[in-house]
C-alpha cells in the first residue's frame, strides 16, 4: 500500500491567515491526490482533485499543488467555516489511501 | 442530484456479519467508468478506504481486510451492498458510501459525493 503522511497533525491559526497543509506519499503517484474538508459529524467533501483541480462550487481560497510524492493544500485566506480536519488520499493504485488528517483549529 | 444513503444495522455482536447497503440515485452503476466505494472511520479517528466496485463489476478490496469483505452491486435497484465477517469491536466506525468516477486504469479523481454516513458499533 501507498502510504500517505500529513504535517503538520494539527495547526491553529486565525481568520484571515493563510495556512498550508503537506501531505507526503510512499511513493510516487503523479498527480492523482485528492483533498478533502470534514467538518465534526458530516462527512468529508471533495475540495481539489488531480492534485490542483478545484472541485466544482469550492471557494477558490483553496488551492493545491505538488506532483509525484510532495503535496500541499493551502488556503489562502481562512475563513470561519474553513476551521475543519483536512484529508488528503491517493488516487493513483489501490488502495486509494488517505493521510491521517490535520486539524485546523480557530487561534 | 446525486445522493447515496446508507443503511444496516447501528449494533452488531463479535464475530457477527455486518451487511451495509448503500442506495444511491442521481447516477446509474451501469454507466460506463462510475463507480462506488466504502469508507470507515472509527470515532475519533481518520478514514479508512475498503472497498470499491465499478459499473462492469471490477472490485477492489483493502488487501489488509480482503478476506472478510465482499461489495456486489444490484444495478436494477440502484444499491452496492458490503459485506464484513468475523466483526470485531475494533470495527466500530462510521461507514460511508460514496460515488466515484475512474479516470482510467484505477486513477481517479476522488470521491465527489458521499452518504451521510451509518455508525455502526460492535459489542456484545
Known amino acids: 500500500d501507498i502510504q500517505m503522511t500529513q504535517s503538520p497533525s494539527s495547526v491553529s491559526a486565525s481568520v484571515g491567515d493563510r495556512v498550508t497543509i503537506t501531505c507526503r506519499a510512499s511513493q510516487g503517484i503523479s498527480s492523482w491526490l485528492a483533498w478533502y474538508q470534514q467538518k465534526p459529524g458530516k462527512a468529508p467533501k471533495l475540495l481539489i482533485y488531480?492534485?490542483?483541480s478545484l472541485q466544482s462550487g469550492v471557494p477558490s481560497r483553496f488551492s493545491g499543488s505538488g506532483s509525484g510524492t510532495d503535496f500541499t493544500l493551502t488556503i489562502s485566506s481562512l475563513q470561519p467555516e474553513d476551521f475543519a480536519t483536512y484529508y488528503c488520499q491517493q488516487a493513483n493504485s489501490f488502495p486509494h489511501t488517505f493521510g491521517q488528517g490535520t486539524k485546523l483549529e480557530i487561534k | 442530484q446525486i445522493t447515496l444513503k446508507e443503511s444496516g444495522p447501528t449494533l452488531v455482536k463479535p464475530t457477527q456479519t455486518l451487511t451495509l447497503t448503500c442506495t444511491f440515485s442521481g447516477f446509474s452503476l451501469s454507466t460506463s467508468g462510475v463507480g462506488v466505494g466504502w469508507i470507515r472511520q472509527p470515532p475519533g479517528k481518520a478514514l479508512e478506504w475498503l472497498a470499491l466496485i465499478y459499473w462492469n463489476d471490477d472490485k477492489r478490496y483493502s488487501p489488509s481486510l480482503k478476506s472478510r469483505l465482499t461489495i456486489t452491486k444490484d444495478t436494477s435497484k440502484n444499491q452496492v451492498v458490503l459485506t464484513m465477517t468475523n466483526m470485531d469491536p475494533v470495527d466500530t466506525a462510521t461507514y460511508y458510501c460514496a460515488h466515484i468516477t475512474m479516470v482510467r486504469g484505477g486513477k481517479s479523481k476522488g470521491f465527489d459525493y458521499w452518504g451521510q454516513g451509518t455508525l455502526v458499533t460492535v459489542s456484545s
Open positions: 488531480a492534485a490542483s
